[in-house]
């Protein structure tokens, strides 16, 4: 019951700076109870006394308002993206306090390498950050599933059965122990696919409504479903592949083993081929927007392309699940300007059973920020529900 009570009173404060007595009212709990646990939330590092509550109309002199402890525990997120790694620190207030984003081709490498390159950049995150994490989340394109965060496949990685875990923790204590210590390799780590840790930042952070389908590119093509504000992740935990959603039954062969795939029209090889541009080096999403923004007639077309395919897979997920939004997110966001005119065509046309109205296509703000912030954002959010897992209120 208290470790409940801890969470709630926590919960409320997350909300905004907060009295005593504002909390009490608010959780129903007395005024004794709640400055009980908001001693032992002080202690934990996890809130912190911010001066006098703004004026409530009360007779009498205004409490202490009570605050999320901007130097308590972190949120630690990283990325293995096909082209690049990424790794940020949040803090309890969601508050982005370092970034780090290293551009490297990481198709057919050995996980190890892989692992090794980015436990340097967790550290270095780390150590800019002036926190110390909670906990750990990682971002990958790919299918996740089973105990211990295995990647289960990412086909544009090369990757198989990696449990992803147990592959980073050596890296981090051969990256240590450096300014941090040797504790990155002792936090607990998650994983989980970037597009799903996209759609919770979009739904979090972005201003997502209750029920959306966020939709993210990077080299491949990925979905989360957002209902009533939670991930739907489906039996096995793979819901969302919509890269291989079949837009053309008859279409090119996939990676998969199908045909037609959503993947062979909108993924990153598929458009820069279609705009000529195949074998081209360097950020695909940035060539292309260049194309395009200069007005290249073969780029245009084929985001056009890219987008009447988006557009018809979209439609087809939003006649089954009806939700409120259709999101681009990751690389889309930035070639949304060529995308949403087809796109809105196509839903247009064959949407047709339910009201539907284009301003309900939507682009996320988080652009391709989305998955990293995420990944970091759903440590803090897993302090804020539980803050017994840090040895708050473990002395009551």
Same mark, same amino acid.
């Given at each position: 019951?208290?470790?409940?009570?801890?969470?709630?009173?926590?919960?409320?404060?997350?909300?905004?700076?907060?009295?005593?007595?504002?909390?009490? /009212?608010?959780?129903?709990?007395?005024?004794?109870?709640?400055?009980? *646990?908001? $001693?032992?939330?002080?202690?934990?590092?996890?809130?912190? &006394?911010?001066?006098?509550?703004?004026?409530?109309?009360?007779?009498?002199?205004?409490?202490?308002?009570? +605050?999320?402890?901007?130097?308590?525990?972190?949120?630690?997120?990283?990325?293995?993206?096909?082209?690049?790694?990424?790794?940020?620190?949040?803090?309890?207030?969601? $508050?982005?306090?370092?970034?780090?984003?290293?551009?490297?081709?990481?198709?057919?490498?050995?996980?190890?390498?892989?692992?090794?390159?980015?436990?340097?950049?967790?550290?270095?995150?780390?150590?800019?950050?002036?926190?110390?994490?909670? +906990?750990?989340?990682?971002?990958?394109?790919?299918?996740?599933?089973?105990?211990?965060?295995?990647?289960?496949?990412?086909?544009?990685?090369?990757?198989?059965?990696?449990?992803?875990?147990?592959? *980073?923790?050596?890296?981090?204590?051969?990256?240590?122990?450096?300014?941090?210590?040797?504790?990155?390799?002792?936090?607990?780590?998650?994983?989980?696919?970037?597009?799903?840790?996209?759609?919770?930042?979009?739904?979090?952070?972005? &201003?997502?409504? &209750?029920?959306?389908?966020?939709?993210?590119?990077?080299?491949?093509? +990925?979905?989360?479903?957002?209902?009533?504000?939670?991930?739907?992740?489906?039996?096995? +935990?793979?819901? =969302?592949?919509?890269?291989?959603?079949?837009?053309?039954?008859?279409?090119?062969?996939?990676?998969?083993?199908?045909?037609?795939?959503? $993947?062979?029209?909108?993924?990153?090889?598929?458009?820069?081929?279609?705009?000529?541009?195949?074998?081209?080096?360097?950020?695909?999403?940035?060539?292309?927007?260049?194309?395009?923004?200069?007005?290249?007639?073969?780029? *245009?077309?084929?985001?056009?392309?890219?987008?009447?395919?988006?557009?018809?897979?979209?439609?087809?997920?939003?006649?089954?699940?009806?939700?409120? &939004?259709?999101?681009?997110?990751?690389?889309?966001?930035?070639?949304?300007?060529?995308?949403?005119?087809?796109?809105?065509?196509?839903?247009?046309?064959?949407?047709?059973?339910?009201?539907?109205? =284009?301003?309900?296509?939507?682009?996320?703000?988080?652009?391709?920020?989305?998955?990293?912030?995420? /990944?970091?954002?759903?440590?803090?959010?897993?302090?804020?529900?539980?803050?017994?897992?840090?040895?708050? =209120?473990?002395?009551?």
């Amino acid at each position: 019951m208290r470790r409940a009570n801890l969470a709630l009173v926590l919960g409320t404060i997350a909300s905004g700076p907060r009295s005593r007595a504002e909390v009490a /009212a608010g959780t129903g709990l007395t005024r004794a109870a709640v400055s009980s *646990l908001a $001693e032992q939330l002080i202690a934990a590092g996890l809130v912190v &006394e911010e001066g006098p509550a703004a004026p409530s109309g009360k007779v009498g002199r205004p409490g202490t308002a009570l +605050g999320l402890n901007p130097a308590g525990p972190g949120g630690l997120g990283a990325e293995i993206g096909v082209r690049h790694l990424g790794a940020c620190v949040v803090d309890l207030r969601g $508050e982005v306090r370092a970034w780090r984003r290293r551009e490297v081709s990481n198709h057919g490498r050995e996980p190890a390498a892989v692992m090794a390159e980015l436990a340097h950049l967790l550290h270095e995150a780390v150590a800019a950050s002036g926190l110390r994490p909670a +906990g750990l989340t990682l971002a990958v394109p790919g299918l996740v599933g089973g105990s211990g965060g295995v990647l289960r496949r990412a086909a544009n990685l090369g990757w198989r059965d990696i449990p992803l875990a147990a592959a *980073l923790r050596p890296a981090l204590r051969a990256a240590g122990p450096g300014p941090v210590g040797d504790g990155l390799a002792e936090l607990p780590i998650e994983a989980d696919n970037e597009a799903n840790l996209g759609g919770l930042a979009e739904r979090w952070l972005g &201003e997502g409504p &209750e029920d959306f389908l966020y939709v993210s590119a990077e080299a491949g093509v +990925g979905a989360a479903i957002v209902v009533g504000g939670r991930l739907l992740r489906g039996a096995g +935990g793979y819901a =969302g592949e919509f890269g291989h959603v079949p837009v053309h039954p008859d279409g090119p062969a996939c990676a998969c083993g199908a045909r037609g795939c959503l $993947e062979q029209y909108a993924g990153e090889a598929a458009v820069l081929r279609a705009a000529g541009l195949t074998g081209a080096r360097g950020d695909w999403v940035t060539l292309l927007a260049d194309r395009a923004g200069a007005g290249d007639t073969a780029a *245009l077309a084929a985001l056009a392309g890219a987008g009447a395919a988006l557009g018809t897979a979209a439609a087809g997920a939003v006649n089954l699940l009806d939700p409120t &939004e259709v999101v681009l997110g990751g690389g889309y966001a930035r070639l949304a300007p060529w995308l949403l005119p087809a796109m809105r065509a196509e839903l247009t046309a064959r949407v047709a059973v339910r009201p539907w109205s =284009g301003d309900r296509l939507t682009v996320s703000r988080l652009g391709r920020r989305g998955p990293l912030l995420g /990944a970091a954002a759903r440590v803090v959010r897993a302090v804020l529900a539980d803050p017994g897992t840090l040895g708050a =209120g473990t002395g009551a």
